[in-house]
């Protein structure tokens, strides 16, 4: 079975997450996509971010009508820094042998792979699906070849969608009081509402 893994703080889960799911679900044949929300992202440890508890339930909201959508608590459980290479060692430990992992991130954080913790070891145990974000240019896969030999050919280079959503953007606009219902599914706004998430900027 191939399996999609979303990786992020999803604070909050918007419209672009669920597009870029349901495109490389669709574009890749994979059986399910599974959402994971960080515990204490690595490269956030100095930015505040919303308690795990709510980014959970918001996920849990945002893809509860899509039975192929699955959410996995597994590095909001795990104690410390949330690295991207343990979570995946501990996917795969929890599958079959001839189950693949196929990692969803976008261009710029593949272009920051070297930086990652054991990258080498990463690309060992899954496919990376990079995905454009808007104002970054494709990365070089030469230079990432050259700095993590073998990677060049466990990548899969998406050109679209190019979604222009942020979640920093859909705080700023709750904490002014404006709209986001076309930037959220409806249970995450309402739920985003009743909580009094981003009132403050």
Same mark, same amino acid.
């Not at 430990?93 to 593949?110: P, Q, T, Y």
């Given at each position: ?21 349901? /495109?490389? @679900?669709? +574009? *890749?044949?994979?059986?399910?996509? #599974? $959402?994971?929300?960080? !515990?204490?992202?690595? =490269? ?45 060692? /501990?996917? @795969?430990? +929890? *599958?079959?042998?001839?189950?693949? #992992? $196929?990692?969803?991130? !976008?261009?710029?954080? =593949? ?91």
């Amino acid at each position: 079975m191939n399996i999609g893994v979303l990786g992020g703080t999803f604070d909050p889960i918007h419209m672009g997450h669920l597009i870029v799911a349901e /495109e490389t @679900k669709l +574009r *890749l044949n994979l059986a399910e996509i #599974l $959402f994971v929300p960080a !515990g204490l992202p690595w =490269l956030r440890v100095n930015s505040p971010i919303s308690a795990a508890e709510h980014r959970v339930q918001m996920v849990r909201l945002a893809i509860g009508d899509k039975p192929y959508f699955k959410l996995s608590t597994i590095e909001v459980k795990r104690a410390g820094p949330s690295y991207t290479v343990d979570t995946i060692a /501990e996917l @795969k430990g +929890r *599958l079959g042998v001839r189950d693949e #992992l $196929f990692f969803i991130l !976008g261009w710029d954080s =593949l272009a920051e792979l070297p930086e990652w913790r054991e990258p080498s070891r990463l690309i060992k145990m899954c496919h990376l699906v990079a995905v454009p974000r808007v104002g970054y240019s494709l990365p070089d896969l030469n230079g990432l070849e050259a700095a993590i030999p073998g990677l060049a050919q466990r990548v899969i280079l998406f050109d679209t969608p190019e979604i222009d959503i942020s979640a920093s953007v859909i705080r700023q606009r709750v904490a002014q009081g404006l709209p986001i219902d076309h930037l959220v599914p409806e249970p995450v706004d309402r739920y985003i509402r009743e909580q009094g998430l981003y009132t403050t900027a």
